[in-house]
């Protein structure tokens, strides 16, 4: 009988057998169907996803086959020959905005400064917000420096930080020597274009009065810096080798990348100039004014210079920014455009599904939810069957036609997946904050860039600098780690499959970004 007792008592009261019991009473009636559910959504964005992957596989394919990108139909040396013919130069204003940036505002200046361009049908204005004094003197002495070499570069400056970049840039176009401006250009403070960028982009705009936007591609100086470094130039290359080459070559429409592009001036006024009501100012502008009927051109062949965060910090700030607001702006502007009478059908249907919800939104959703949450899960729950086909090779095509763009780091592949994923949740939680106009959905905080101080400072490998654990511990991941982990001990101890490699190497890697030991580190 005292037996008897002992066993109820443990039965009761044994927190670890009540667990098991609680999980096995709501698993078949409440969890399975639920997953069930996930499952069958998540499939659906993933097929969409997939799909829409193939479609500008395709149309990059015939593009380089035929050899016909868009910008190769216009005879861009023709154009150029006429224009130093007639000397009828047209008069552009490049404008530099630019937030307390000391490591690199010397190198754009520079870079602008030295821009072939007749002298007098050129004007460059430096729109410093800086808060710190002292470096608005050094920006102010360094735009004098070059004024007295005959430079026509205006330094500007504001009491205040209204509307961020889109403020600065909207004050800086109301100044009255930028009136009578054609064409107005804009760079990052990172960015470093070479000598010829107006010869390669101007006479574009000059011959068809259609196009409102001519972008160039981006170069990553520091893609070697280290290993997140490289991973971005995977993701980046593709947004520009594919995304934008397909927008440009099938509607004439693509996100206008808020920098190295060259705008009509009348096109930026007819689609309503500069708003600050997003975190993608730029984005914001680029739809409208294809609302307005003008066309877009993408010059792949011409890159600037520019950095890319090598901090996580940085990143981690920067990708919520280029998440959130593409979400809150497709929620601001759905009705806008499906009213607009001035577009066709199919570029409202690029625009609103293939531009915005697949791309912006489902591509985030599907790499988090899917891959981290739903199939992990359906290891703890086996009434739920996933097929092998949609677990494993429809990510894997997904993720080859993501790739293929940056060959020179086809080795880096398995990296790029796990990195990808754990930053899928920074991207889904933003893009969530945005649909929901929740906290933070306005947050603007300028990316860090770090210039040459890395190479400045660091002759020999650097020791990891002291920081503050709640600065470098990222709670989130850590507890999503913890999750993969679970499941792939349980794929272990129950399971039938190897499912479990996968479930340790991304859970290593949450526990490695979620413990800050990713990217460079800079001392204070």
Not at 277 to 288: I, K, P, Q, W
Request: proline content about 3%.
């Amino acid at each position: 009988m005292r037996n008897i007792a002992k066993y109820e008592v443990n039965d009761i009261y044994d927190p670890t057998i009540s667990l098991i019991h609680a999980w096995d009473r709501i698993r078949v009636p409440i969890i399975a169907p639920l997953l069930k559910c996930a499952v069958y959504i998540c499939i659906s964005m993933s097929v969409m996803l997939f799909l829409e992957r193939v479609y500008m596989a395709i149309v990059i394919a015939c593009v380089k086959c035929l050899g016909k990108k868009r910008y190769t139909k216009y005879q861009l040396d023709a154009i150029k020959d006429d224009l130093e013919k007639n000397k009828n130069y047209p008069k552009v204003l490049i404008q530099i905005p630019m937030f307390n940036e000391k490591e690199v505002y010397k190198l754009s200046i520079g870079a602008v400064a030295g821009l072939s361009w007749p002298s007098d049908r050129l004007i460059v204005q430096v729109l410093d917000d800086s808060t710190n004094e002292v470096l608005r003197t050094m920006v102010e002495i360094e735009c004098r420096r070059w004024a007295e070499k005959g430079v026509n570069i205006k330094y500007e400056t504001r009491n205040n930080r209204n509307g961020y970049k889109a403020g600065a840039l909207r004050d800086g176009l109301k100044k009255d020597y930028a009136e009578d401006c054609e064409f107005v250009i804009i760079f990052d403070a990172d960015f470093q274009p070479e000598e010829d960028f107006l010869w390669r982009t101007i006479p574009y705009l000059l011959t068809n009065p259609e196009l409102g936007l001519v972008q160039a591609r981006w170069k990553f100086v520091n893609a070697d810096e280290c290993l997140m470094t490289r991973l971005q130039e995977m993701s980046l290359d593709y947004h520009f080798s594919v995304e934008q080459e397909v927008g440009s070559s099938t509607c004439s429409f693509f996100g206008f990348n808020g920098t190295a592009g060259v705008w009509r001036m009348r096109a930026l006024n007819d689609a309503g100039g500069w708003k600050d009501r997003t975190t993608v100012e730029d984005m914001d502008l680029a739809v409208r004014a294809s609302l307005k009927g003008w066309k877009f051109l993408f010059v792949g062949d011409l890159a600037v210079k520019n950095e890319l965060p090598s901090t996580f910090k940085a990143y981690r700030y920067q990708q919520h920014r280029w998440s959130c607001g593409p979400a809150n702006l497709f929620r601001k502007m759905l009705k806008e455009i499906i009213m607009c009478e001035r577009v066709s059908i199919w570029k409202k249907w690029h625009v609103i599904y293939a531009f915005f919800f697949v791309r912006k939104i489902i591509a985030h959703w599907v790499t988090f939810f899917f891959y981290c949450i739903v199939i992990p899960a359906t290891i703890l729950v086996p009434e739920v069957h996933l097929p092998r086909l949609l677990a494993i090779y429809l990510p894997a095509g997904i993720t080859i036609l993501n790739a293929a763009s940056t060959l020179r780091s086809i080795h880096l592949l398995v990296f790029w997946i796990l990195f990808e994923n754990v930053m899928s949740l920074h991207r889904s939680k933003a893009a969530i904050i945005g649909l929901l106009e929740a906290n933070r959905v306005n947050e603007w905080v300028v990316t860090e860039k770090l210039g040459n101080t890395m190479k400045q400072k660091y002759t020999k490998a650097p020791k990891r600098p002291r920081s503050r654990i709640g600065e470098r511990v990222q709670i989130l991941e850590l507890l999503v780690g913890l999750y993969l982990l679970h499941c792939a001990i349980y794929n272990i101890l129950f399971g039938q499959n190897h499912f479990f490699i996968y479930l340790l190497l991304q859970a290593g890697a949450f526990f490695i970004v979620g413990l800050g030991y990713v990217g460079t580190f800079v001392p204070n």
